[in-house]
């Protein structure tokens, strides 16, 4: 019932909005212009930067060379992405469910919490350049400890954001329903998870930067395929231009995952922000 | 309809430089039907009395007994308002209000029902489906109440129900308040600090002292039902407030 009265009152909005197209745009306009135009700035004076100076591709390839590359190697592109994107799914994946997990288990037992914290930290300062070819020499060069390196640099935060987000349930809500005889499970289920959800999602955005770098990371180190091995030979054979197409394509990627999660939290966290 | 008895309840608090006293040897009854009000000033520990009378709280000393059973430290027998209305933000009215029997594990979709055709009484026709976030101070604290009406307890434990409402708000719920309880034959026991409140609504007045809480004053209320807000400039309405003002000014 309330999706439905919010998909009509988000309807009404954007019938609102086609009233008055100019000013919609207007606005728009407004806020996408500056940094449209000094990101657009900026390029064309690095264009000519590299021209004057005669620059060469290896060392700072000039736009222009950039795009071309990127068209050049879009066939072979496609499929580094989607190994990437393979292994950030299936890591991201085990770090959600071994996050979700650890930080029960944390809320469960004071002791626990008191066992698990140290190391969860401690796993957090071991360099990962260091552990990710200990993990390839371990695992071999399948997809395992591609998606144990993700995992690794990603369940931090969720558990952290899931513990604090737990706890950060109302006093006189949890009063309530332990008035109303309710058992733990029952308070979790109704009362606690829903208000952990902001700052679950707090977690999860801050992991899911992380999570392709990561992937991006352990292939580099050792993989037959993925947007490292790309970055990796591209560098054996100094193309430059080619490791620019990697890194655009790479953080392109982590926003198109960011910006999914924050719809998907607008979506589960639909009583929080604007009340129309 | 039922009859609650706070028998000689205490409860202190260890603490490092000794132990804390919120309640002294406290005893009080609510009659089947009955309005009964505790009023005291601040760290009088009403809060305390009504957490062991809810059962989440335990006594240091005494009982709690419904009906002559005693129920002391046991959840669930008593319908209970907190302080603030304490609506799941995520829950629509509706489903605020029918928690009590989502958490007992009853018939849900009977009590929408009748939810929604008590909606109507509560002020909130229209608002079943709407969030608590888009709900006026005074209509939270109405879904609040009708939670906990829904709650289907025989007796209602009220914590200072109107004590974060705007006084124009506050004198309207009362009133609404009054015309209500006279329907639902509840036994009803309210915590306050505002004496016209206590006298306005109550069959039976208990001032308790500030701590450690103590009966201070037993007062039966000899007003006429039904009352409207026009009592509070009778000449017995001030007589009971000058009491009930006297006996709170000395404990202080």
């Not at chain 1, 439905?4 to 909005?17: G, M, P, S, T």
């Not at chain 1, 050049?72 to 996050?99: C, E, N, Q, W």
């Not at chain 2, 028998?7 to 089947?32: F, H, N």
Request: positive net charge; hydrophobic residues 50%; glycine residues 8%.
């Amino acid at each position: 019932m309330i999706r439905k009265e919010r998909l009509i009152r988000q309807y009404a909005v954007w019938h609102d909005a086609s009233a008055t197209w100019g000013g919609t745009l207007l606005r728009l306009a407004r806020i996408v212009a500056p940094p449209l135009l000094l990101v657009a700035g900026l390029v064309l004076g690095w264009e000519l930067l590299v021209g004057w100076l005669a620059i060469p591709g290896w060392l700072l390839p000039a736009p222009s060379r950039i795009v071309a590359a990127f068209v050049d190697s879009l066939p072979v592109l496609t499929g580094h992405v989607a190994a990437t994107l393979r292994v950030t799914a299936i890591g991201f994946g085990l770090a959600l469910v071994a996050g979700f997990g650890l930080a029960f288990l944390i809320d469960i037992s004071p002791l626990l919490r008191r066992a698990l914290y140290p190391l969860l930290v401690a796993s957090q300062t071991v360099p990962i350049v260091a552990v990710a070819p200990l993990l390839v020499v371990g695992f071999g060069f399948g997809m395992l400890p591609k998606v144990l390196v993700v995992a690794l640099v990603t369940f931090f935060p969720i558990v952290v954001n899931t513990v604090d987000g737990l706890q950060s349930a109302d006093r006189d809500m949890t009063q309530l329903l332990r008035a109303m005889n309710a058992g733990y499970g029952q308070i979790l289920r109704l009362l606690r998870i829903p208000a952990a959800l902001p700052m679950i999602f707090t977690g999860v955005k801050i992991a899911i930067t992380y999570s392709i770098i990561g992937a991006v990371l352990a292939e580099w180190i050792g993989a037959s395929s993925g947007l490292g091995v790309y970055i990796a030979r591209s560098l054996r054979a100094f193309r430059t231009d080619q490791v620019f197409v990697a890194a655009f394509v790479t953080s392109l990627l982590t926003i198109m995952l960011f910006a999914s999660t924050s719809v998907l939290e607008r979506w589960l966290v639909y009583w929080k922000g604007n009340h129309s | 309809m039922s009859v609650i008895e706070v028998d000689a309840v205490s409860k202190s608090y260890p603490t490092p430089d000794g132990a804390l006293d919120a309640l002294e040897q406290v005893s009080l009854i609510a009659r089947s039907g009955e309005f009964v009000s505790v009023i005291g000033p601040s760290g009088c520990g009403k809060s305390t009395l009504f957490n062991i009378i809810a059962g989440l709280e335990e006594p240091s000393a005494g009982c709690v007994r419904i009906d002559d059973v005693e129920v002391t430290d046991r959840r669930g027998r008593v319908a209970y308002m907190p302080q603030r209305d304490a609506l799941l933000p995520w829950r629509n009215v509706l489903d605020n209000a029918v928690l009590a029997t989502v958490v007992q594990r009853g018939d849900v979709r009977a009590a929408r029902r009748e939810a929604e055709a008590l909606l109507g009484d509560f002020g909130l026709e229209g608002f079943g489906e709407a969030l608590p976030a888009t709900l006026s101070g005074g209509m939270r604290q109405r879904v609040a109440l009708l939670r906990t009406v829904l709650w289907r307890r025989p007796i209602m434990l009220l914590d200072e129900p109107f004590g974060a409402l705007d006084a124009l708000t506050r004198a309207q719920l009362q009133q609404w308040l009054l015309g209500l309880w006279s329907r639902l034959d509840h036994t009803i026991l309210m915590v306050t600090h505002d004496v016209d409140e206590a006298l306005l609504l109550s069959d039976r007045v208990y001032v308790l002292t500030p701590r450690p809480g103590r009966v201070a004053l037993e007062l039966a209320l000899d007003l006429p039902r039904p009352r409207t807000y026009n009592i509070i400039a009778s000449a017995a309405f001030l007589r009971y407030k000058t009491h009930l003002l006297r006996a709170l000014g000395q404990i202080m």
